[in-house]
């Protein structure tokens, strides 16, 4: 087990991050929830950390008749019943290096919860060092969570404000490579995601999620990330970004670097992605390797 | 169509639970999914591109008077609910006839009371698991 403390304070918001070895310290600090965000929902069931919580994605954060999150009522109900305050730091963790981690973490931004971290490297990383794991629920008192309304305007871009976005600033595609080019209408291995046509939103470049890890899972150093998104894909400071991938929650991993890693102040997570945009009439879509041009936007808007 | 008995007892003992438990008797399944006999351990299965995580299973159909189906489905620790899924196709379909087996709406899936708790695009690699176990198995029957 390695006990050498990467330097957060590289980041432009270190607070967003802690180590496994700090929530190892910190597993019953009062004030301090840990969250367990999986995409494979039993996941927390076959052991979690130590007082850990579920929250899932799928089942707790959607609405569950329209495509969107739950109201200002519904997370209130939802947290009240995990016991999270609306002063709790809450740290996030997760399978698949975080995904629905950053995923959450995003959902509750919209929502303002002041203090949330993610995990760096998350639950794989943790498993990798033999920690302790429990199939043990945590017995939390009911909290009276306030009704907060979601804010979908600073962190969250709309169909039609991607559409108006086209031309003004850039766009990040983290999907994997065939899915920008549109060889697939799908992430490999994932086909019941699907859209009707293949491709990407034109001018966006292409930067796949996995560039911003290293190989354990944890996010990379500044400067390799600022190779990345700055020099590589030609983001410059006081860009305003919209990120997409095929649901949002890749793009949500890249959401993150870019807000809190990298500082940037504008940056917006497109969450109807994809699977909204490939399936929508009239869009304008770019194919093949390159980002694209706007002749064709204006059709739809 | 109709349900197997076994297949049917499956779905009534999810159904019978209250619906924030059912997750707990489908990481029983999981837990309990049986290794693969030595015979397949460095034999080339189909895999089950529509799950997320690597999942290969296949069947064998005897030569008897039933065509009694044997069911062989392999999934990571680190995949549960895919583990989960397929420790109920093995426990529900292992033994039965190639007709019974056959003979399995496809919906199945949907019949267990876990697309609330669950999510229905979850159900979906379990749906793909049945198809693509009626198809070997009906590829068999034909051989």
């Known amino acids: 087990m390695s006990s050498e403390q990467p330097d957060y304070t590289q980041y432009a918001h270190p607070e967003r991050l802690v180590s496994t070895e700090w929530v190892a310290q910190n597993l019953e600090t009062p004030g301090v929830v840990i969250v367990e965000s999986d995409e494979d929902v039993l996941l927390y069931e076959t052991g979690h950390l130590p007082g850990a919580v579920k929250l899932d994605w799928h089942t707790e954060l959607n609405d569950p008749v329209r495509r969107d999150y739950v109201d200002g009522a519904g997370l209130a109900a939802l947290l009240s019943s995990k016991g999270i305050s609306r002063e709790d730091t809450i740290v996030i963790y997760g399978d698949r290096s975080n995904w629905w981690a950053a995923y959450a973490l995003w959902v509750l931004s919209l929502f303002g919860h002041q203090d949330v971290r993610l995990m760096d490297g998350g639950r794989d990383k943790w498993v990798a060092e033999e920690r302790e794991l429990t199939r043990q629920k945590p017995q939390r008192q009911l909290t009276e969570y306030p009704v907060i309304e979601r804010d979908d305007s600073t962190l969250r871009a709309f169909l039609p404000q991607v559409l108006n976005h086209l031309g003004q600033g850039p766009l990040i595609d983290v999907r994997s490579a065939p899915e920008y080019t549109g060889e697939r209408t799908h992430m490999p291995d994932y086909p019941e995601e699907g859209a009707l046509r293949g491709g990407h939103i034109p001018t966006a470049a292409s930067v796949p999620w996995a560039k911003a890890v290293a190989a354990d899972g944890t996010f990379l150093p500044r400067a390799e990330l600022e190779a990345v998104y700055l020099d590589a894909a030609g983001l410059k400071a006081g860009d305003d970004v919209v990120t997409y991938c095929r649901i949002g929650e890749r793009s949500s991993h890249t959401w993150f670097v870019l807000q809190h890693l990298l500082g940037f102040e504008n940056v917006r997570n497109y969450d109807g992605s994809w699977t909204e945009w490939g399936n929508s009439v009239g869009v304008p879509v770019a194919v093949g390797p390159d980002a694209g041009e706007l002749s064709t936007v204006g059709a739809a808007r | ?143």
């Open chain 2, 1 to 143: 169509m109709s349900l197997p008995a076994e297949l049917a007892e499956i779905a009534e003992d999810f159904n019978a639970m209250p619906e924030n438990e059912r997750l707990e008797l489908l990481l029983e399944f999981s837990d309990n999914l049986p290794e693969l006999p030595a015979r397949y351990a460095d034999a080339d299965l189909e895999r089950v591109e529509e799950c997320q995580s690597p999942v290969f299973l296949t069947v064998e159909v005897a030569q008897d008077g039933d065509r009694t189906v044997g069911v062989f489905i392999t999934a990571p620790r680190e995949a549960p609910t895919t583990r989960g899924f397929a420790g109920v196709l093995t426990e529900g379909l292992h033994g039965l006839s190639a007709a019974e087996v056959l003979a399995v709406p496809d919906d199945f899936p949907s019949m267990l009371g876990l697309t609330r708790a669950v999510s229905p695009l979850r159900l979906r690699g379990m749906s793909a698991m049945l198809g693509r176990i009626k198809r070997r198995v009906a590829l068999e029957v034909r051989a």
